[in-house]
């Protein structure tokens, strides 16, 4: 059984950082397309970045320079370092996974198999 499991969110102020973790008990992850999404209530799901062993990792054109999508094999898990936070960056952060076939990409959430509760991220001014 899939089980991916989110920690690490929480309030910040603007230009603040935090850094999401995502365990991931029961695959490995370096067979997996892993990856972030974010959403706000009433709109659809968003991309943030997405990595895996045979594709570089990819982040937003929004996020990039800001956010920092990694994994580590040896603790079988994902992880989105968030630096210089934003007002617009407070949602609810989604780990997902899908198998590791085509180019690894956020941009269709449908296309992952497998996801996390979330942990909310909340930026304030």
């Known amino acids: 059984q899939v089980n991916l499991v989110e920690s690490g969110g929480g309030s910040v102020e603007v230009g603040g950082s935090l850094r999401l973790s995502c365990r991931a008990p029961?695959?490995?992850?370096?067979?997996?397309?892993m990856a972030w999404f974010r959403q706000v209530p009433g709109e659809e799901r968003e991309g943030v970045a997405s990595i895996a062993t045979d594709s570089r990792p990819v982040v937003a054109d929004s996020m990039k320079g800001r956010f920092i999508v990694s994994t580590d094999s040896a603790k079988n898990s994902l992880y989105l370092q968030m630096n210089n936070l934003k007002p617009e960056d407070t949602a609810m952060y989604y780990c997902?996974?899908?198998?590791?076939?085509?180019?690894?990409?956020?941009?269709?959430?449908?296309?992952?198999?497998?996801w996390g509760q979330g942990t909310q991220v909340t930026v304030s001014s």
């Open positions: 029961g695959i490995d992850i370096d067979n997996y397309c």
């Open positions: 997902a996974a899908r198998d590791r076939g085509g180019y690894c990409l956020a941009n269709w959430a449908p296309d992952f198999d497998y």
